[in-house]
Nanobody, 120 residues
Framework: QVQLVESEGGLAQAGGSLRLSCAAS????????MGWFRQAPGKEREFVAG????????NYAAPVKGRFTISRDNARNTVYLQMNSLKPEDTAVYYC?????????????WGKGTLVTVSS
């Protein structure tokens, strides 16, 4: 059974930084793409960033491009989301996802989510 466990989010001031991590278990981590989604209060869940199984290919949603960096450590079965230059509109519950293939496609498994709050 696949389990995705996100680190605690936290509170940051606008312009600050936070790093999220997500530990995966249950199947061969290095065989699957990983990603992050988020859901802000009153809004639909949205894609944030994705990374291929090898880590060579990454993609980002327009609102976070240039500020967020997704990475993975296949030896540690962990994916990370480094968030810099945070804005109040980044406030959301962030979800780690594991895709069904080596590339970013349709999420198959979801973590429970972790709250990130950015104050102005």
């Amino acid at each position: 059974q696949v389990q995705l466990v996100e680190s605690e989010g936290g509170l940051a001031q606008a312009g600050g930084s936070l790093r999220l991590s997500c530990a995966a278990s249950g199947r061969t981590f290095s065989s699957y793409a990983m990603g992050w989604f988020r859901q802000a209060p009153g809004k639909e869940r949205e894609f944030v960033a994705g990374i291929s199984a090898s880590g060579r290919i990454t993609n980002y949603a327009a609102p976070v491009k240039g500020r967020f960096t997704i990475s993975r450590d296949n030896a540690r079965n962990t994916v990370y989301l480094q968030m810099n230059s945070l804005k109040p509109e980044d406030t959301a519950v962030y979800y780690c996802v594991q895709y069904s293939t080596t590339y970013v496609s349709s999420p198959e498994y979801w973590g429970k989510g972790t709250l990130v709050t950015v104050s102005s």
